[in-house]
């Protein structure tokens, strides 16, 4: 069995209200376990103090990978492996070289990109939701303790004073 | 949220929606039974994807001869609706990728339809050279693996390779993009469905729960596959060109091929895009999501593609005539006045005449002609792919070599089993996912709405300082001892007051920003003080307790964090 967290957690019917919480649950000194949106709310991510994600550095270095690949592929097998003439032209005809390394680019960046979000996201096919409440991805915003790290008591008057509309808890 | 509010621009969802509201309109189609409506247009797309197949399985069985192609007319219908079908598949990643990155709401509404459309345009496509080459069971050729014939590469210098490239990471992105875009709202019909139903969406899902840094990350990811499908979208198109672009035949290799087939190509999509959403909003009741502001914005982008279309006829007509080349100039007079004059003629005015009625903003706004104009242009597409192709190749330099082409049942039957795949994976596409995407509705919904958009006030909050003092029933000033906050003294305090915050309720509702102007417009040197955490703190002293305030306060420096 894997290790589960309790989660004592509130709803909120707006981001407006989800924001003003956490900006008091961070006056406050409340350690937010995470915080669940139904789409992607702009303005988060410095009130929950989340780095700046590293995934286009990552789709960088991926295309880097696929020019190389490309290029290098080409010119090894254009030149070395098994030169041919084609119309006059050197083996080593980089012009006409550029149209598929920039497509092996793209398509390096974009593999390599979608796969490590779901990576590092811990999600892929066959992989089991934990999802505190079914309402999350319809219209409730979520505010999450963790139970070891936040006391029932104070979690509960900490979503009554900012105005969630429910509280529960759950064992994941 | 502070998202910008237009006071000019309209609507793009209309019905007064609330976040619940718009799950329930747009996860609906997967979740009822099939209407009549459906079933019957499913039960035409399949037979005619059959009967392709047939046709396919003949081309296959009896070899290209059951087509008409011959020495002189070697790229026929095969190889226009090849481009045709690419064309069309060029819309959905422009409306995803490139108006993502102008940040254009009104994408939203259409981008996951486009996106679908795309990828089952691009499979259309992809069909044509593949039967193309005859020999189908030797199709691997064209990819460079190490294999036991040397090993043999392709040639890389070939433009026709480089389309195989192209295409490939053409379909490929486009449906990483697609898929990705797909996964939250999949995790909303799962957490709606029930049973086994359920278990499909969780797979579909991949465990996705809305967390605030896994959609950090999943906007990056948007942002940049974006940023990279922009250039791809445009280099797949200029490669197709390039295989007539790089070739020897007059009325090919012209410099202006790639961008007016970039142009051509959107122009094509943009009115696919039309046909289809126009149908789908009006059947599965999206009017509120697809708006006629959807439409027209959409109808701008044709009228605006469709000149570039037209003006690089025009230039390409003037060029051919200037170049006082004799090839080039027999090969325009045999496009407009040749044997198939009826394809230049019918090319000219569906491309180049017909778009510009969307100059008249009312024919813009009319759905129905929206909808005729939409399939003239791809009638309209298909044939300039026909005279750049067919036509073209129909009058060889020697007159001897002069030929004529009509296509065969098969090929007729090849091109049907297109339409048949295309909608067939289609109308699966709207039973099984929601065709509008929800997240993103949601993310515009405060700034689009059609109760917060065109200059309406928000019926919801606005937290800003209070205007108005605040005042007992007796008419006294109610007045807290601001001081007990931490950074406030009794010059600060004065000047709260002065600007009517007497009370922790009334601090607690304020904005930094206010505090901050109010402070700066005070008399007197404040810049020591930061009022970044006094709305917390009074939202605490206002509750009485001290305790906590007492708490926090030993925390902060000065009243900073």
Redesign the interface.
């Known amino acids: 069995m894997a290790k589960t967290t309790d989660y004592i957690y509130g709803l909120y019917d707006?981001?407006?209200d989800l924001?003003?919480a956490i900006?008091?649950a961070?006056?406050?000194?409340l350690e937010i376990r995470?915080?669940?949106?139904?789409?992607?709310?702009?303005?988060?991510?410095p009130l929950?103090g989340?780095e700046?994600?590293r995934?286009?550095i990552a789709?960088f270095v991926y295309?880097g990978i696929g020019t190389l690949t490309a290029f290098l592929?080409?010119t090894w097998?254009?030149t070395k492996?098994?030169p041919?003439i084609?119309g006059g032209?050197p083996y080593w005809?980089v012009p006409?070289?550029i149209?598929?390394t920039?497509?092996?680019t793209?398509?390096f960046?974009?593999?390599g990109?979608?796969v490590s979000?779901?990576i590092?996201?811990?999600?892929?096919?066959?992989?089991?939701?934990?999802?505190l409440d079914?309402?999350?991805?319809?219209?409730k915003f979520c505010i999450a303790f963790d139970k070891s790290q936040v006391d029932e008591h104070t979690a509960n008057s900490f979503f009554k004073?900012t105005g969630a509309g429910e509280i529960n808890s759950k064992t994941l | 949220?502070?998202?910008p509010v237009s006071a000019i621009r309209p609507p793009l969802i209309t019905g007064n929606k609330?976040?619940?509201d718009i799950?329930e309109d747009l996860v609906v189609g997967t979740e009822r039974t099939p209407s009549a409506t459906w079933v019957i247009g499913f039960i035409i797309a399949v037979s005619l994807l059959g009967f392709g197949v047939f046709c396919i399985i003949w081309t296959i069985w009896h070899g290209i001869g059951t087509w008409n192609l011959n020495r002189t007319i070697g790229w026929g219908w095969d190889i226009t609706n090849f481009v045709w079908w690419v064309g069309i598949g060029h819309a959905g990643t422009l409306i995803s990728a490139i108006l993502l990155l102008f940040r254009q709401k009104w994408r939203t509404g259409v981008n996951r339809a486009a996106e679908a459309m795309t990828i089952f345009a691009v499979m259309c496509a992809g069909l044509f050279p593949l039967i193309h080459m005859g020999r189908i069971w030797m199709a691997m050729f064209i990819f460079?693996y190490v294999n036991t014939r040397?090993?043999?590469?392709p040639?890389?210098?070939s433009?026709l390779?480089?389309d195989v490239?192209?295409i490939?990471?053409y379909f490929?992105?486009s449906l990483?993009?697609w898929y990705?875009g797909l996964?939250?709202d999949f995790?909303?019909v799962?957490?709606?469905a029930k049973g086994f139903r359920r278990k499909i969406y969780?797979?579909l899902?991949?465990?996705?729960?809305?967390?605030?840094?896994?959609?950090?990350?999943?906007?990056?990811?948007s942002?940049?596959?974006a940023g990279?499908?922009t250039?791809?979208v445009l280099?797949v198109h200029t490669?197709v060109s390039?295989d007539f672009a790089t070739s020897v035949i007059p009325g090919w290799h012209t410099t202006i091929f790639p961008p007016y087939f970039v142009a051509g190509a959107i122009f094509s999509g943009f009115a696919m895009v039309q046909t289809l959403m126009i149908i789908t909003r009006k059947i599965m009741k999206l009017e509120d999501y697809i708006t006629i502001e959807h439409i027209e914005s959409m109808n701008k982008v044709i009228v605006a593609t469709g000149m570039i279309v037209g003006v690089a006829y025009l230039t390409e007509l003037f060029i051919s005539w200037y170049s006082g080349y004799v090839y080039e100039q027999f090969a325009f007079f045999n496009r407009a006045l040749g044997p198939y004059y009826w394809s230049y003629f019918g090319m000219m005015f569906c491309n180049v005449i017909s778009p510009l009625f969307f100059f008249s903003k009312k024919l813009r706004r009319n759905i129905a002609f929206t909808f005729f104009m939409s399939i003239l242009i791809n009638i309209g597409m298909w044939f300039e792919r026909f005279v750049i192709i067919a036509t073209t190749l129909a009058r060889d330099y020697l007159p001897s070599s002069w030929s004529f082409y009509v296509p065969t049942w098969v090929e007729i039957g090849i091109y049907l089993g297109t339409f048949g795949l295309f909608f067939t994976c289609y109308l699966i596409f709207v039973r099984v996912a929601p065709v509008v995407a929800i997240?993103?509705i949601?993310?515009i919904l405060k700034s689009s709405g059609d109760q917060y958009a065109g200059g309406k006030t928000p019926p919801?909050?606005e937290?800003i300082a209070p205007k108005v003092k605040a005042v007992a029933s007796t008419g006294e000033l109610i007045t807290d001892d601001l001081k007990k906050i931490e950074g406030i003294g009794p010059k600060v305090e004065q000047a709260l007051n002065a600007a009517g915050i007497s009370t922790f309720s009334q601090l607690a509702e304020a904005k930094v920003d206010a505090l901050q102007s109010i402070l700066d417009n005070a008399e007197g040197n404040f810049r020591g003080n930061s009022p970044e955490?006094w709305?917390?703190?009074a939202?605490?002293a206002d509750?009485g307790d001290w305790d906590?305030l007492k708490k926090?306060q030993d925390?902060l420096d000065g009243g900073r964090?």
């Open positions: 707006d981001e407006v924001m003003d900006k008091v961070n006056a406050e000194h995470d915080v669940f949106t139904p789409f992607p709310v702009h303005g988060l991510d929950l989340l700046e994600s995934l286009h789709g295309g592929g080409m097998i254009f492996d098994w041919i084609f032209k005809s006409a070289f149209p598929i920039f497509e092996l793209v398509l960046a974009a593999i990109m979608v979000f779901y590092v996201c811990g999600m892929g096919p066959g992989v089991q939701e934990k999802t079914d309402r999350i991805t319809d219209d004073n | 949220m502070s998202s609330s976040y619940h799950t460079p040397g090993p043999l590469w040639n890389f210098n433009p390779l480089w490239f192209a490939s990471t490929t992105v990483l993009f990705t996964v939250p995790a909303t799962r957490d709606r969780s797979f899902s991949f465990g996705w729960t809305g967390s605030a840094k896994h959609w950090q990350r999943w906007e990056s990811l942002l940049i596959l990279i499908a250039p791809l280099s490669i390039f997240a993103e949601k993310s919801k909050r937290k955490s709305a917390a703190q939202a605490i509750k906590a926090l925390d964090y």
